[in-house]
C-alpha cells in the first residue's frame, strides 16, 4: 500500500513481540515443545512424565520466590478468574475489603460481589492511574488487591494491612502480570497467585498460587462448613482449593490441564531461575521500563500515563501520545512492521500505547522500539 510506512531494518528490534499478555515466548521453549512431541504431550496428566514437569514448576517456583517455612506452590485449570471465583468459594469466610484501580482488579471484587454466600465486600477505589489499598475493616477477613494493573501500567506495593493478622484475615494478591517481573516477600502474603502467559512466557488457562499455611487451613475450614446440612455455601469440585492443594501435592492437577503451557513454563522457571532468579528478573525488567519512561520524559510528543513515579509499573508500561499523534495509526504502522501488540487497553479508551516488558523481553529491543515509535511518529 502507498500509505505504509516502511521502518529501516537497522532501526527494527531482534524480536518485536511487546504483547502485555500473551507475552513473547522464547525460542527455547519452543523448542522444548518440538522435543516433547511424542512424549510427555498427548500423554495421561497423571502419569510420570508429566508429573515430572508440575514437580519441576513447583520446585522452580519455591526457590524463585525464596518461600517462608509452610509455604506451598499449588496449580490448577482456568486461570487468574478462575482462581478469583475459588478464593470467594474457599478463602473468603464472609466479607472481604478490595483495592480496586484498574480493569482487572476491579473483577474480583465484583465476583465477591456477586457471591450470595458473602457479605457485600468493601471496596476502596482508586482512579485509573493510581492505585488504593484496601483499609483495615471491621468484619473482614480478607484483603486483596493486584500486585500490578495490567489495564493501566500501575504497580501496588505488597504489604499487609497493619492489623489484619490481629484480625485473623488473610492477604490475597492478584499477581497475574506482576509475578517474576516485580518484587515481592511473599511473606507478605497468604495467597499470590498468577497465570503464566505474562513474566512466565507460557499460555494462559492454568493459575498457579503461593499459599501460606493459615490460607490452606482457611480453606480445609470454609469447605468442612459448605458440607454441613443446611449450609448456604456451594463448593463445586472444580473451586475447591482443597482438592487443588491436594492433588498439587502429588505434582498434578484436579483435571486435564493443556501440556504444553507446563512444558513452557517449567523451561521459563529454569532459565529466570538459571539467571539469578527474582533479584535477575526484576532488575531486566526495571532496566526496560527504565528505557521507555525515559524517552517519553524526553520526547515532545509522549508522557508516562502513571504520574507517581513509584507507582509506574516496571512489567507493563502505559505512554500517552499527545492527540497530534493518533495512536491506532502508529500502532498499525509498527505491526505493519512487525512490531506487535502495542495497544493501549481498549476499555481504558485513551490514546495511548501498552508495552510489556517481562523477562524474556531483551532491553535492546526494548530501545529500538523507542526509536521505531519516533521513525512513525514523524511521518504520521
Not at 176 to 193: E, F, K, N, R, W
Not at 347 to 374: H, M, W, Y
Request: aromatic share 8%.
Amino acid at each position: 500500500m502507498a500509505n505504509t510506512i516502511i521502518i529501516p531494518d537497522s532501526l527494527l528490534p531482534e524480536d518485536g513481540r511487546f504483547g502485555a499478555g500473551p507475552s513473547k515466548i522464547r525460542d527455547d521453549q519452543a523448542d522444548a515443545l518440538a522435543a516433547a512431541v511424542h512424549s510427555p504431550l498427548g500423554t495421561s496428566h497423571r502419569q510420570a512424565p508429566v508429573r515430572r514437569i508440575v514437580g519441576s514448576i513447583r520446585e522452580g517456583l519455591s526457590e524463585f520466590f525464596s518461600l517462608p517455612d509452610g509455604y506451598e506452590v499449588a496449580l490448577g485449570n482456568g486461570g487468574a478468574s478462575a482462581f478469583w471465583d475459588m478464593a470467594c468459594a474457599s478463602l473468603i469466610s464472609r466479607r472481604a475489603a478490595f483495592g480496586s484501580y484498574g480493569s482487572f482488579s476491579a473483577k474480583f471484587a465484583a465476583s465477591a460481589a456477586s457471591a450470595p454466600f458473602l457479605e457485600s465486600p468493601v471496596v476502596f477505589k482508586g482512579e485509573p492511574g493510581t492505585y488504593r489499598l484496601p483499609e483495615l475493616t471491621d468484619g473482614v477477613d480478607a484483603y486483596c488487591w493486584a500486585h500490578n494493573e495490567t489495564s493501566t501500567g500501575v504497580m501496588a506495593p505488597v504489604r499487609r494491612v497493619e492489623g489484619s493478622r490481629e484480625q485473623g484475615a488473610l492477604t490475597l494478591v492478584d499477581a497475574t502480570s506482576g509475578a517474576g517481573a516485580l518484587p515481592v516477600d511473599i511473606a507478605q502474603t497468604d495467597a499470590y497467585y498468577f497465570s503464566p502467559q505474562k513474566a512466565f512466557g507460557s499460555d494462559g488457562g492454568l493459575w498457579v498460587a503461593v499459599l501460606s499455611p493459615q490460607a490452606v487451613e482457611r480453606a480445609e475450614r470454609v469447605e468442612a462448613g459448605a458440607k454441613l446440612e443446611g449450609a448456604r455455601r456451594w463448593v463445586p469440585p472444580f473451586l475447591s482449593l482443597t482438592s487443588a492443594v491436594a492433588n498439587s501435592r502429588k505434582d498434578q492437577t484436579l483435571n486435564t490441564p493443556a501440556v504444553a503451557t507446563l512444558i513452557m513454563l517449567e523451561n521459563q522457571v529454569r532459565w529466570l531461575n538459571g539467571h539469578g532468579g527474582l533479584d535477575w528478573a526484576v532488575a531486566r525488567c526495571a532496566k526496560s521500563a527504565s528505557i521507555l519512561y525515559s524517552w517519553a520524559e524526553r520526547s515532545d510528543y509522549a508522557t508516562p500515563f502513571v504520574a507517581d513515579v513509584d507507582a509506574r509499573s516496571n512489567c507493563v508500561v502505559t505512554i500517552d501520545l499527545d492527540p497530534s499523534v493518533n495512536a491506532s495509526q502508529v500502532v498499525s504502522a509498527l505491526r505493519d512492521n512487525g512490531i506487535v501488540d502495542t495497544s493501549g487497553y481498549r476499555k481504558l479508551g485513551r490514546n495511548q500505547l501498552r508495552i510489556g516488558v517481562f523477562p524474556s523481553v531483551e532491553p535492546a529491543d526494548v530501545q529500538a522500539l523507542t526509536e521505531c515509535v519516533d521513525y512513525v511518529a514523524q511521518r504520521l
